[in-house]
């Protein structure tokens, strides 16, 4: 038995108490296929410390097989000897058959390190040494898709792809989707996708093919997609979102109801199930329940200003003008938007507080003077108040957007024959 093979024994079996014996044995007499093939396991296993002194063993006995410096240089970068690892990479000729795992180690230290430019020009000279590598046509879309650049990764990508479906842990039909996704053509990712659905395998796959089939308002493959993802890990958080709202695109509340609960029970921070939550117990009469949603999500998140307006549109619905009223007590006037100016307006004009009704109408007037709707409530109040003259003005306002509404043309008749 190759010594070089006893080592690796005894170091699966958790004994290592003969490992520099069996290490200076296998240096001193196993052949240097075994040797090379002990470093590599080594170094898998974690034992870099062997694994530097094999490599060093083949460099000195063959000095010109520059493979050896490249994978010791490898090792020494990753246990942060930075220096002495650049100087055996650079040391590789361009002449030498491992001057382009050289650049690759060079590539791949420098975007470790974030020098995204830097690892690009060593993978381009390393491309131009050997254009058909799959590694370093990988490397290179890889990079454009961390930079953003994702035209040139989806060439390059789709390079790939014609020889091989996968790279590492990469299933490269994920990657193109995910380059067309970004570039905005969510259209042909669908088709990448069903196409190759049978390659995403992993939960993080499935839930981007969802994303990407939910932004292409393919609902039903969406659904299918989070789904998957659920079931294989309940607690995947990102997912319930989105299943939401592909419910809610088919109109199937119950479903977002289900999905908006199950969801805040592994995360009740997620402000959107708490809002598509209520909107679809809402929209199933279950009122009840999406008040509790709306202020179960405000304790959560009392800054939310939509889903302090969701509520406030829910009392109104429900006239609870005082608990209306109420959500915005507290906030200074900066903090209330016009649609909020609009509710409370509402509010104040069935509790008679006409003064403050008034006052809030015209704080919302700015930004829905052209709003049909909030004319003619606005008109009514004004009427309900006896200002004719204001009541006249909305009304010629309103009739421009909605000629055709005789009732209120009547009424503007009626005021323009009152003297």
């Given at each position: 038995m190759k010594y070089s093979q006893e080592l690796l024994d005894a170091i699966e079996n958790h004994d290592f108490s003969e490992t520099n014996i069996l290490l200076k044995k296998a240096l001193d007499n196993d052949e240097p296929e075994a040797l090379?093939?002990?470093?590599?396991?080594?170094?898998?296993?974690?034992?870099?410390?062997?694994a530097k002194e094999v490599?060093?063993?083949?460099?000195?006995?063959?000095?010109?097989e520059d493979i050896f410096k490249v994978y010791l240089a490898e090792i020494l970068l990753n246990d942060g000897q930075e220096d002495d690892g650049l100087t055996l990479l650079y040391g590789v000729s361009k002449e030498s058959d491992a001057y382009v795992e050289s650049l690759l180690a060079q590539a791949d230290y420098y975007q470790t390190n974030g020098l995204?430019?830097?690892?690009?020009?060593?993978?381009?000279?390393?491309?131009?040494?050997?254009?058909?590598?799959?590694a370093i046509l990988f490397g290179l879309a890889e990079l454009d898709y961390m930079s953003g650049n994702f035209e040139e990764a989806l060439k390059n990508y789709r390079k790939l792809f014609e020889t091989t479906k996968t790279f590492g842990e990469v299933v490269i039909s994920?990657?193109?989707?995910?380059?067309?996704?970004?570039?905005?053509?969510?259209?042909?990712?669908?088709?990448?996708?069903?196409?190759?659905?049978?390659?995403?395998?992993?939960?993080?796959?499935?839930?981007?093919?969802?994303?990407?089939?939910?932004?292409?308002?393919?609902?039903?493959?969406a659904i299918k997609f989070l789904d998957q993802v659920i079931e294989t890990?309940?607690?995947?958080?990102?997912?319930?979102?989105?299943?939401?709202?592909?419910?809610?695109?088919?109109?199937?509340?119950?479903?977002?109801?289900?999905?908006?609960?199950?969801?805040?029970?592994?995360?009740?921070?997620?402000?959107?199930?708490?809002s598509l939550g209520?909107?679809?117990?809402?929209?199933?009469?279950?009122?009840?329940?999406?008040?509790?949603?709306?202020?179960?999500?405000l304790k959560v998140a009392p800054d939310n200003s939509d889903l302090r307006l969701q509520l406030s549109n829910l009392y109104l619905h429900e006239n609870k003008d005082l608990e209306n009223l109420k959500l915005?007590?507290?906030?200074?006037?900066?903090?209330?938007?016009?649609?909020?100016h609009w509710n409370m307006a509402l509010s104040y004009q069935r509790?008679?507080?006409?003064?403050?009704?008034?006052?809030?109408?015209l704080l919302a007037y700015p930004s829905f003077q052209n709003n049909p709707d909030f004319l003619k409530q606005m008109l009514t109040f004004f009427r309900e108040i006896a200002d004719n003259n204001t009541t006249k003005a909305l009304l010629e306002k309103y009739l421009q957007l909605v000629p055709e509404d005789s009732e209120m043309q009547a009424l503007y008749d009626d005021l323009s024959m009152e003297k």
């Open positions: 090379a093939s002990l470093a590599e396991n080594l170094t898998d296993l974690g034992f870099s410390d062997l490599y060093r063993a083949l460099i000195a006995k063959f000095p010109h995204i430019e830097a690892a690009k020009q060593k993978l381009l000279e390393a491309q131009n040494n050997a254009p058909d590598q799959e994920q990657r193109i989707a995910a380059c067309l996704a970004q570039i905005g053509d969510y259209e042909e990712a669908s088709k990448i996708i069903k196409k190759n659905s049978t390659d995403l395998l992993t939960i993080d796959a499935q839930y981007e093919a969802g994303l990407i089939m939910l932004a292409n308002g393919d609902n039903k493959e890990q309940p607690d995947y958080v990102n997912a319930y979102p989105l299943l939401a709202r592909a419910y809610a695109n088919e109109n199937n509340n119950e479903e977002v109801l289900q999905a908006a609960q199950t969801g805040l029970s592994y995360n009740e921070f997620d402000e959107t199930l708490y209520a909107r679809a117990a809402a929209n199933l009469n279950d009122k009840e329940q999406a008040e509790k949603l709306l202020k179960k999500g915005f007590e507290d906030l200074e006037d900066d903090q209330i938007e016009p649609q909020a509790l008679e507080k006409y003064d403050k009704a008034k006052s809030e109408f």
